[in-house]
């Protein structure tokens, strides 16, 4: 008997006129993967595309879940509005299309998709959300850091705020939260690092890997084994009947 072909959901704004969705793929989790029995929510950085974290998705959602891989807001495919590049603008669009994800999700997001996926965790709550990895992204105010030209609305309302305080909003929400930073980051000065290193939290890891910021989306860096180790520790996989 053949597998019935699979009917990626769609979003319920799909049918308003005049919203404006991101690009996006629904994908069904791979038989024999049993990752943690949830769906997942994976956030690729700027300049890339929804296909950058498909290796993840590919390795951790469970058979029978699915992922959601959206394009980033004025990345190809996605709607480029003239304005609206705060974190805020790009979560918002994530919470526009994640009514396809029935149960809490295991967020992933890297680089600045980390950040967008940390403001989304926070305004859904522990109702729409079981976990959060962030993969290599500052969150501290470095006003330094901000740049012009094509993404000086995006660079400005990044890095002249801290967003560090919304770790513990998660954590005291009961989100369990994964931090990921590789040894030759540039991203994250050392003084962040050291305390995040040192940031005393149960529910929150932060753990060093081997090499720069591009390793960690590598289909064979050292991030996957990592995350499933959070996962194995917060979220374990219910057992199935037999």
């Known amino acids: 008997m053949t597998e019935p072909e699979f009917l990626p959901p769609t979003p319920r704004l799909a049918a308003v006129d005049g919203v404006e969705l991101l690009a996006r793929d629904v994908v069904p989790g791979r038989p024999g993967v049993r990752g943690t029995g949830s769906p997942l929510l994976l956030l690729h950085g700027l ?24 394009t980033l807001r004025d990345h190809p495919s996605s709607p480029a509005p003239a304005w609206g590049y705060s974190p805020l603008d790009y979560a918002a669009d994530v919470h526009r299309v994640s009514d396809v ?23 859904m709550g522990p109702a729409r959300v079981r976990s959060l990895v962030l993969l290599d992204q500052s969150l501290e105010r ?3 850091r901000i740049e012009g030209g094509e993404w000086a609305e995006s660079s400005f309302l990044k890095w002249e705020w801290d967003w560090t305080h919304l770790l513990g909003m998660l954590t005291a929400a009961g989100i369990p939260v994964l931090m990921v930073v590789p040894r030759d980051s540039h991203v994250i000065p050392e003084h962040e690092r050291a305390a995040l290193l040192a940031r005393r939290d149960p529910l929150f890891s932060c753990v060093l890997v081997d090499g720069v910021h591009a390793d960690v989306v590598r289909p064979d860096g050292p991030v996957l084994p990592v995350i499933e180790d959070f996962y194995a520790q917060h979220c374990p996989a219910p057992l199935k009947e037999s």
């Open 142 to 144: 470095r006003p330094q």
């Open 47 to 70: 300049g890339d595309d929804r296909d950058q974290l498909r290796f993840l998705s590919d390795a951790l959602c469970s058979e029978g879940e699915i992922a959601l891989l959206p």
């Open 101 to 123: 994800l029935s149960a809490p999700a295991h967020v992933i997001g890297y680089s600045y998709g980390a950040l967008v996926g940390l403001v989304h965790a926070v305004a």
